[in-house]
């Protein structure tokens, strides 16, 4: 796995050295956020915040609002998970406003989502909340219909108000999340079964054993197990 971690950031650096070379602008300023992208995985989140950061400078000089804004969300990932929540949300606070302004609903409702963590991350429950509450709204809005991120929401809703503990919020928000969560599984073994895969199908009972269980339904729960 770290090999090919490794393959991924060399195949970028070599994207780099080619836009480079042929003097594209925007496509350097391209190799270098998905070079970001893959030292994110490593994780070298060092080396992810400075080529994420001549990104988002080459994005600038060319007028890329759009691939900007996305640079400053991935610099916004990168510092919070080198545990650096507030200048995490100046980022995610940057690519708010430009995903707002170019009329990107959906990097509007993720933002909206990772504010929620790093406001949560530094115990700001409330605020945390707040956030939750706009990435749960864009999730369901008709232009966006989002709903893997829906359950995302609803399960950040639930540790949140758990958090406060306002417990029964809390029930309220898990179950909603768990009723999606199981809406997922039972495609997941569908498409399983459909296409042979015994391991895949396998992990699929178990998740979908998991959900019932949480939801207290242990009959159904003992039949999948």
Same mark, same amino acid.
């Not at 029964?168 to 898990?174: H, L």
């Not at 039972?186 to 015994?198: F, P, Q, T, W, Y």
């Given at each position: 796995?770290?090999? *090919? ?11 780099? &050295? ?7 602008? @925007?496509?350097?300023?391209? &190799?270098?956020?998905?070079?970001? =992208? ?15 950061? %001549? ?5 600038? *000089?060319? =007028?890329?609002? &759009?691939? /900007? ?15 650096? !929540?507030? %200048?995490?949300?100046? @980022? ?19 933002? @909206? ?6 406001? !949560? ?28 991120? +829906? =359950? ?5 809703? =639930?540790?949140?108000? !758990? ?8 029930? $309220?928000?898990? +179950? ?6 199981? +809406?997922? @599984? /039972? ?6 079964? *459909? ?5 895949? *199908? ?18 159904? &729960?003992? $039949?999948?197990?």
């Amino acid at each position: 796995m770290v090999d *090919e971690k490794l393959e991924a950031v060399e195949q970028r650096m070599l994207e780099l &050295a080619i836009a480079i070379s042929v003097e594209d602008r @925007y496509r350097e300023g391209k &190799a270098h956020f998905d070079l970001g =992208g893959a030292y994110l995985n490593l994780p070298d989140y060092q080396q992810a915040i400075k080529t994420f950061a %001549q990104a988002f400078h080459i994005f600038i *000089e060319i =007028g890329c609002r &759009a691939e /900007e804004g996305s640079a400053y969300g991935n610099l916004g990932i990168a510092y919070f998970r080198r545990g650096n !929540f507030k %200048q995490a949300i100046e @980022y995610y606070e940057k690519d708010l406003s430009i995903a707002k302004e170019v009329g990107n609903r959906a990097g509007e409702g993720s933002t @909206y989502g990772n504010l929620g963590i790093a406001y !949560f991350s530094l115990g700001n429950f409330k605020q945390a909340i707040e956030y939750y509450e706009k990435h749960l709204n864009l999730s369901i809005a008709k232009e966006v219909g989002n709903r893997a991120s +829906e =359950g995302s929401a609803y399960g950040n809703l =639930g540790i949140a108000y !758990f958090s406060l503990g306002n417990f029964k919020q809390a029930i $309220e928000y898990y +179950e909603k999340h768990l009723s999606i969560a199981k +809406e997922y @599984y /039972e495609k997941d073994l569908s498409i399983a079964k *459909e296409v042979g895969n015994r391991a895949g *199908e396998g992990l699929a009972y178990g998740k979908l054993g998991n959900a019932y269980l949480s939801l207290r339904n242990f009959k159904k &729960a003992i $039949e999948l197990f």
